[in-house]
């Protein structure tokens, strides 16, 4: 039996015939969270909390709402939400807010010592104009692409960071005061860096787990279930947020990892990485935010030592933040040094690329898009793809959440890894799906979540 998350999925996919069904709520009827906050005590926005650069993933809707949860820093003990626009933290609540909205969470001892509790919802109001029913999914991404800015930010500062996917949703939103299209999605805690419950949850996997909700489901829903009454949500995105929920955590499964299989093939070892991380972290201050351009590339051959760089600089954001092994990562070779042209599979615990195929046509690659001029000259694309059914056997239909927010995570990483070393990665929301996993002999048990395009910038 097939699981929600799939037929979610394939309703969403570009296809050269349709998008899915359309989006039949009435937005404008819904009442929207007010983000004004009128009459709340307002402090100056540090660097501690702003992340260095906005993401870019998000094409600029801004459909990422943050609060921070916070404790023992410059700002009393409380919760406030992250106003970017003015530069500001609101504060909402104080201590007892505070200790209610970390009640959602497990590992209770764990999260109370956090200094601060970064908490991501998605404002699906903001994106659902340009994606319709892929709204949800892409919002999911985006919430992952703000992640990784905060995990980078962290890591540059010294600090220890923690990813939370696994929370009682309802939870959150009550002690949020969110409104009906606002839903949490992921969250992020940061300790100081000599803390010993940082450094002792190193070690027990905190970070690791993902909370499976597999346990409190009615077996899923899939085509001709009538185990949930579907008429009762106006899209498909909303009963698809109702299936990921988790309403208690004492019913759920803690899962560490899931193994991934390696393709066979021959082997690509990577060179070393072209600057340190420290380099790397370092840099990530000097950079500004820049605006997504959407043209073709210059054309142009990448270094091997970039390229093997981009790829190892993946780890620094945390390649399995969320679900560790949802995400398979292809590489499609166009033009990068001492590399063959094909399609190859990333291992990032062996530092190799794998080749699958030598179908790297660049002209058959790109009218796989709806718009074949933005993806010219291309030197190389990363296509990252998951089994749905095996991760839902696995996590229940929160894993296609936590899928989500691994490929957000990892377009972030890769489009500043380009910036620092003066290239343009960017993600292409819209593309032909059966065509372009055709054209790559990508298995017919995978789907592909999202597909990152590096190159040289028109200037």
Same mark, same amino acid.
């Given at each position: %039996?097939?699981?929600? *998350?799939?037929?979610? @999925?394939?309703?969403?996919?570009?296809?050269? @015939?349709?998008?899915?069904?359309?989006?039949?709520? @009435?937005?404008?009827?819904?009442?929207?969270?007010?983000?004004?906050?009128?009459?709340?005590?307002?402090?100056?926005?540090? *660097?501690? !909390?702003?992340?260095?650069?906005?993401?870019?993933?998000?094409?600029?809707?801004?459909?990422?709402?943050?609060?921070?949860?916070?404790?023992?820093?410059?700002?009393?003990?409380?919760?406030?939400?992250?106003?970017?626009?003015?530069?500001?933290?609101? %504060?909402?609540?104080?201590?007892?807010?505070?200790?209610?909205?970390?009640?959602?969470?497990?590992?209770?001892?764990?999260?109370?010592?956090?200094?601060?509790? !970064?908490?991501?919802?998605?404002?699906?109001?903001?994106?659902?104009?340009?994606?319709?029913?892929?709204?949800?999914?892409?919002? +999911? =991404? $985006?919430?992952?692409?703000?992640?990784?800015?905060?995990?980078?930010?962290?890591?540059?500062?010294? +600090?220890?960071?923690?990813?939370?996917?696994?929370?009682?949703?309802?939870?959150?939103?009550?002690?949020?005061?969110?409104?009906?299209? #606002?839903?949490?999605?992921?969250?992020?805690?940061?300790?100081?860096?000599?803390? %010993?419950?940082?450094?002792?949850?190193?070690?027990?996997?905190?970070?690791?787990?993902?909370?499976?909700?597999?346990?409190? =489901?009615?077996?899923?829903?899939?085509?001709?279930?009538?185990?949930?009454?579907?008429?009762?949500?106006?899209?498909?995105?909303?009963?698809?947020?109702?299936?990921?929920?988790? $309403?208690?955590?004492?019913?759920?499964?803690?899962?560490?990892?899931?193994?991934?299989?390696?393709?066979?093939?021959? #082997?690509?070892?990577?060179?070393?990485?072209?600057?340190?991380?420290?380099?790397?972290?370092?840099?990530?201050?000097?950079?500004?935010?820049?605006?997504?351009?959407?043209?073709?590339?210059? @054309?142009?051959?990448?270094?091997?030592?970039?390229?093997?760089?981009?790829?190892?600089?993946?780890?620094?954001? +945390?390649?399995?933040?969320?679900?560790?092994?949802?995400?398979?990562?292809?590489?499609?070779?166009?033009?990068?040094? !001492?590399?063959?042209?094909?399609?190859?599979?990333?291992?990032?615990?062996?530092?190799?690329?794998?080749?699958?195929?030598?179908?790297?046509?660049?002209?058959?690659?790109?009218?796989?898009?709806?718009?074949?001029?933005?993806?010219?000259?291309? =030197?190389?694309?990363?296509?990252?793809?998951?089994?749905?059914?095996?991760?839902?056997?696995?996590?229940?239909?929160?894993?296609?959440?936590? =899928?989500?927010?691994?490929?957000?995570?990892?377009?972030?990483?890769?489009?500043?890894?380009?910036?620092?070393?003066?290239?343009?990665?960017?993600? #292409?929301?819209?593309?032909?799906?059966?065509?372009?996993?055709?054209?790559?002999?990508?298995?017919?048990?995978?789907?592909?979540?999202?597909?990152?395009?590096?190159?040289?910038?028109?200037?």
């Amino acid at each position: %039996m097939r699981y929600f *998350s799939e037929i979610y @999925h394939e309703s969403t996919q570009y296809i050269p @015939h349709g998008s899915g069904d359309p989006v039949i709520m @009435h937005w404008e009827k819904q009442s929207y969270a007010d983000k004004r906050y009128v009459n709340c005590p307002r402090y100056p926005l540090t *660097s501690g !909390f702003m992340p260095v650069l906005s993401p870019v993933s998000a094409d600029y809707l801004d459909p990422v709402a943050i609060y921070a949860v916070v404790r023992g820093v410059d700002v009393p003990d409380g919760v406030y939400y992250v106003d970017c626009d003015e530069n500001k933290l609101v %504060m909402l609540g104080g201590d007892d807010a505070r200790k209610a909205v970390l009640l959602a969470f497990p590992e209770q001892e764990f999260v109370r010592e956090a200094e601060t509790v !970064f908490i991501y919802t998605g404002l699906l109001e903001r994106a659902v104009w340009r994606f319709r029913e892929a709204a949800y999914r892409q919002v +999911q =991404m $985006d919430v992952g692409a703000a992640c990784a800015n905060t995990i980078l930010l962290a890591k540059s500062r010294g +600090q220890k960071v923690f990813t939370l996917g696994g929370f009682v949703d309802d939870s959150i939103a009550v002690a949020l005061k969110l409104g009906a299209t #606002e839903m949490p999605m992921a969250a992020v805690a940061i300790f100081p860096e000599k803390s %010993m419950v940082a450094f002792n949850s190193v070690d027990d996997g905190v970070g690791e787990f993902a909370y499976s909700n597999h346990a409190e =489901m009615n077996a899923y829903v899939g085509e001709g279930e009538s185990s949930f009454e579907i008429s009762r949500y106006p899209s498909r995105f909303m009963l698809q947020n109702h299936l990921e929920n988790i $309403d208690d955590l004492n019913l759920c499964m803690k899962v560490r990892r899931l193994n991934a299989q390696a393709l066979p093939g021959d #082997e690509f070892p990577l060179t070393p990485s072209k600057f340190t991380n420290e380099y790397y972290l370092r840099e990530l201050w000097y950079l500004r935010p820049d605006r997504k351009v959407c043209t073709s590339f210059t @054309h142009g051959t990448l270094d091997l030592d970039d390229f093997s760089s981009m790829l190892r600089w993946l780890e620094l954001a +945390q390649l399995n933040a969320f679900g560790a092994g949802l995400i398979k990562i292809w590489i499609v070779v166009f033009d990068v040094m !001492f590399v063959y042209t094909g399609v190859y599979r990333y291992i990032p615990v062996r530092k190799s690329i794998y080749m699958q195929s030598g179908s790297a046509n660049p002209k058959r690659f790109n009218k796989c898009f709806v718009v074949p001029e933005q993806v010219q000259n291309a =030197m190389f694309a990363v296509v990252l793809t998951s089994n749905l059914n095996e991760s839902c056997k696995v996590l229940g239909n929160r894993g296609y959440r936590y =899928m989500n927010l691994n490929s957000g995570v990892l377009a972030e990483s890769l489009y500043v890894s380009a910036r620092l070393l003066n290239k343009t990665a960017r993600e #292409e929301h819209f593309f032909y799906h059966d065509e372009l996993k055709k054209l790559l002999d990508i298995p017919e048990t995978e789907s592909i979540i999202s597909t990152v395009v590096v190159g040289k910038a028109t200037r």
